[in-house]
């Protein structure tokens, strides 16, 4: 009885803690005051902004989940995501009022780590609960439309998460960056060619590993400030990796599989990729001949869950043996868009079925207009989830 007593405490102590950070909206900041701090913050400024902006959003997307379907909830893999935030949480929380002398930051710093490590495979364990629910019993429309609305909310604020995490702890903690002139995760000049040239390569490894060839690359860049310069911003790289990366993925399956299916032995079409820098944007386009994909299939390629490689098995499978891989759950265009989109940039897809298909990658080229997006929740969020269960007010598409 007295073992219930103090779960029952710890709980309404973390509900506490989940509606009073829950109410204040994220500090979005911009590429601008991110670099600038790198150069010239300390520690002690970012424990006194950390200790606060992380556990508003933790705790708001704590909330938002309160608003899915409750036989979701009920998933294994779903409390085990809510338990990692609600433990995050609480210790960043543990912080609060505490003087910034050096032993706290270390202890904070140490603290941060952990929360990093225990998040690492949130992704993933999400997407186990996502096939849980699914194979418990048929999606309505309503709860897929609910669902992909706080998917795309709840990754873009851990990509944001992580980001202010990994600049505390390799500006001002013992991590070091990735290379000599990144400053913590962001490189204040990201030379994009080069970052594109090694997603191209790793995707050209995995191509030539599974069909013994891959499409060659054909790419060109249009400086229109400088043509003589190369094209370079204040980025994350390994953001822009991620999204080249999954882009040139589907790229060269969708080239190789096309070209086999017209039994054609001629060489592979070339995957073109243009590098275009202006005063705003910096556009990327990446087009193939892979056949294109018909608007039947449009409309769901940034849908979670919808992938055509074959599914992952769930752990409920009596194959499953250990941890669930990525590959497959459908989640590689839907976060790759994410990732374009956290920094004022976007990701889109048009295509021509029958042909091919090309995929415009834009970034803000200005550091200032770069700015975090993110999700608050508000009233309006509210708001969204409740109108989901109501029937659509369209005839359906077949």
Same mark, same amino acid.
């Given at each position: 009885?007295?073992?219930?007593r ?13 509606d ?6 994220? =500090?979005?900041l911009?590429m601008?005051?991110i670099?600038?701090?790198? /150069?010239e913050?300390?520690? /002690? &400024? ?9 556990p ?12 899915l %379907? ?5 998933m ?9 935030y609600?433990t995050s949480?609480? !210790? ?6 505490l ?10 710093? !140490? ?9 690492t ?6 997407? &186990? ?7 418990y019993?048929?999606v309505? !429309? ?6 992909? +609305? ?8 851990r990509i944001?998460i992580?980001l ?6 390799m ?5 070091v960056?990735?290379? %000599? ?7 204040p000049?990201?030379?994009? !060619?080069?970052?594109?040239?090694d ?11 599974y069909y013994?060839?891959?499409p ?7 400086n ?6 190369a ?8 953001h822009?990796y ?5 882009l040139?993925?589907n790229?060269? /399956?969708? =080239? ?10 001629d060489?592979?079409p ?7 820098k202006?005063?705003e $944007?910096?556009?990327?386009?990446i087009?193939?001949r ?5 608007r039947s299939?449009?409309d769901?390629i ?10 992952p ?6 194959q ?9 759950f ?20 048009h ?7 090309d995929?415009y ?6 550091? $200032?207009?770069?700015s975090?997006?993110l ?7 509210y708001? +969204?989830?409740?109108?989901r ?10």
């Amino acid at each position: 009885m007295y073992f219930t007593r103090f779960l029952r405490r710890q709980q309404q102590t973390l509900t506490h803690l989940v509606d009073h950070y829950a109410q204040y909206p994220p =500090t979005g900041l911009t590429m601008k005051r991110i670099v600038e701090f790198a /150069r010239e913050g300390d520690a /002690r &400024q970012s424990f006194l902004f950390l200790r606060n902006e992380l556990p508003v959003r933790l705790a708001s997307m704590m909330k938002e989940m309160d608003h899915l %379907p409750p036989r979701l909830l009920e998933m294994p893999s779903v409390k085990t995501v809510n338990s990692w935030y609600g433990t995050s949480l609480t !210790e960043l929380h543990s912080f609060k009022g505490l003087q910034p002398n050096a032993d706290v930051v270390t202890k904070f710093t !140490e603290v941060l780590q952990n929360i990093r490590k225990r998040h690492t495979t949130v992704v993933e364990t999400l997407a &186990q609960g996502y096939m849980e629910f699914s194979d418990y019993g048929q999606v309505k !429309e309503y709860e897929e439309s609910q669902i992909q +609305y706080f998917l795309n909310r709840f990754h873009l604020s851990r990509i944001s998460i992580r980001l202010l995490i990994y600049q505390h702890t390799m500006c001002f903690g013992e991590e070091v960056p990735i290379h %000599p002139t990144h400053l913590g995760f962001v490189d204040p000049s990201c030379f994009v !060619e080069n970052t594109i040239r090694d997603a191209y390569e790793n995707a050209q490894f995995l191509c030539e590993s599974y069909y013994l060839k891959s499409p060659q690359l054909e790419l060109r860049n249009i400086n229109a400030i400088n043509a003589n310069e190369a094209i370079a911003i204040a980025y994350v790289p390994s953001h822009l990796y991620h999204v080249m990366f999954e882009l040139f993925k589907n790229s060269m /399956r969708a =080239t190789v599989e096309y070209t086999e299916s017209k039994k054609n032995d001629d060489i592979l079409p070339k995957i073109k990729v243009d590098i275009v820098k202006a005063k705003e $944007d910096l556009t990327i386009r990446i087009s193939d001949r892979g056949g294109g994909i018909p608007r039947s299939r449009a409309d769901k390629i940034f849908r979670y869950m919808y992938s055509t490689a074959p599914r992952p098995v769930s752990s409920h499978d009596a194959q499953y043996s250990g941890p669930v891989p990525l590959a497959g759950f459908g989640y590689g265009l839907p976060i790759s868009r994410l990732y374009a989109r956290y920094f004022n940039g976007d990701l889109e897809i048009h295509s021509v079925d029958g042909y091919g298909t090309d995929a415009y990658v834009y970034l803000q080229a200005v550091e $200032d207009q770069a700015s975090e997006w993110l999700p608050i929740c508000n009233r309006a969020a509210y708001e +969204y989830y409740l109108s989901r269960k109501y029937q659509s007010d369209w005839t359906k598409k077949k």
